[in-house]
């Protein structure tokens, strides 16, 4: 004789999907303290006091975060109201960060003339000059 249990009242939430939706935000964390880690030694390369203050930076920006638990602020997005178009806001700021120290961010050096040598990498944003009409004062 087996006595069938009864229907537990308790409705339990998907577990493995919260544990994917956790470990998918994880890698995504990680992999963006990665990208900015390899920017900041290509885009200061040479320069000790730079990498030195700039992977300080880094670390105090996740540290900080590191323990935060709340899915909404974590996914808060910049503004209510594109709460659809967002990625959440910590991943999103730090994308940001990583594109403009690779792309739009160059390492100037004094040389011996007295003059600054620009180091230009092969992910620098190269744009034409504008040109602009002789001024006739």
């Known amino acids: 004789m087996s006595v069938r249990p009864k229907e537990c009242p308790i409705q339990f939430p998907d577990i493995q999907r919260m544990m994917a939706a956790a470990?998918?935000?994880?890698?995504?964390?990680?992999?963006?303290?990665?990208?900015?880690?390899?920017?900041?030694?290509?885009?200061?390369?040479?320069?000790?006091?730079?990498?030195?203050?700039?992977?300080?930076?880094?670390?105090?920006?996740?540290l900080e975060n590191k323990n935060e638990a709340d899915p909404e602020k974590i996914k808060n997005p910049i503004f209510n109201f594109l709460n659809k178009l967002l990625h959440n806001q910590l991943i999103k700021l730090g994308e940001e960060v990583n594109y403009l120290l690779k792309h739009k961010t160059v390492q100037c050096q004094l040389n011996n003339t007295g003059n600054y040598e620009m180091k230009i990498r092969k992910d620098t944003t190269l744009l034409d000059n504008a040109v602009y009409p002789n001024d006739k004062r």
């Open 23 to 62: 470990s998918e935000l994880r890698l995504k964390v990680v992999g963006l303290y990665r990208s900015l880690y390899r920017t900041r030694q290509e885009l200061f390369h040479g320069d000790q006091v730079a990498l030195t203050v700039s992977l300080q930076k880094l670390r105090h920006g996740f």
